[in-house]
């Protein structure tokens, strides 16, 4: 995900330091858009504030979209994500 | 990708109604606890007519065009009208098929509108169980 430079991930930037589950937002478009158009491809996250209002608050977030990955997840499931992503962004700019 | 019908889109874009300056009769926020967007809306009231309308706040493409759509709706009624508004109502302005993941985010303006008015009238506000949702 860090490819894509519109994507900014929340927390630890280094994959050591950080699990499969993947918060991030895009500036300019709403966690809900976001969730809203990957669920258009069939890909199923959350977004919103994750019931954590005071933690959003505190950071200055008004939600972000969270991305959970397991063991079952593929590697072409990571692909058509993060192509859903770019055609997102490339929809509301 | 389409993900909402184009007057969304559009109206998300470039909102008409949002940040206008206006000599408010009445304004009013409301807050949608479920995803954290908030809409502060003011009228002008002309006599019983809805002069003016404005907001103002930050959400979803679905709460800021339902923001801004609501506007085209409200314009010139009678307070009594736009009090007996309904959801469908805006459903129907947005064109699209609103789950009920997304009824608040596209309701929260017109929460906001009907309260301010209830509010301009010294009546008991509504919340989202007036809504049926």
């Known amino acids: ?93 | 990708m389409d993900i909402y019908a184009q007057t969304i889109l559009d109206r998300y874009k470039e909102p008409y109604y949002k940040d206008k300056k206006l000599d408010a009769t009445v304004s009013h926020s409301e807050l949608n606890r479920s995803c954290g967007d908030e809409a502060h809306v003011s009228l002008r009231l002309d006599g019983d007519k809805i002069a003016e309308y404005t907001f103002a706040g930050a959400g979803c493409a679905i709460s800021q065009a339902a923001a801004d759509l609501l506007g085209d709706v409200i314009i010139d009624l009678s307070v009594d009208e736009v009090l007996n508004l309904t959801k469908e109502t805006i459903y129907e302005v947005l064109g699209i098929e609103i789950s009920l993941r997304r009824s608040k985010c596209a309701l929260l303006a017109l929460l906001a509108v009907q309260n301010a008015l209830l509010k301009h009238r010294g009546g008991e506000l509504r919340n989202w169980t007036w809504y049926h949702l």
């Open chain 1, 1 to 93: 995900m860090k490819t894509l430079d519109f994507v900014k991930l929340v927390g630890p930037q280094d994959a050591k330091h950080r699990g499969s589950i993947v918060s991030f937002t895009i500036d300019g478009i709403h966690p809900h858009d976001i969730a809203e158009g990957l669920s258009n491809q069939n890909i199923c996250i959350r977004g919103g504030h994750h019931c954590a209002q005071v933690l959003m608050d505190q950071l200055g977030f008004s939600g972000t979209a969270r991305l959970s990955l397991a063991f079952y997840n593929e590697k072409e499931e990571v692909d058509v994500l993060l192509k859903a992503l770019v055609e997102i962004y490339d929809y509301f700019n």
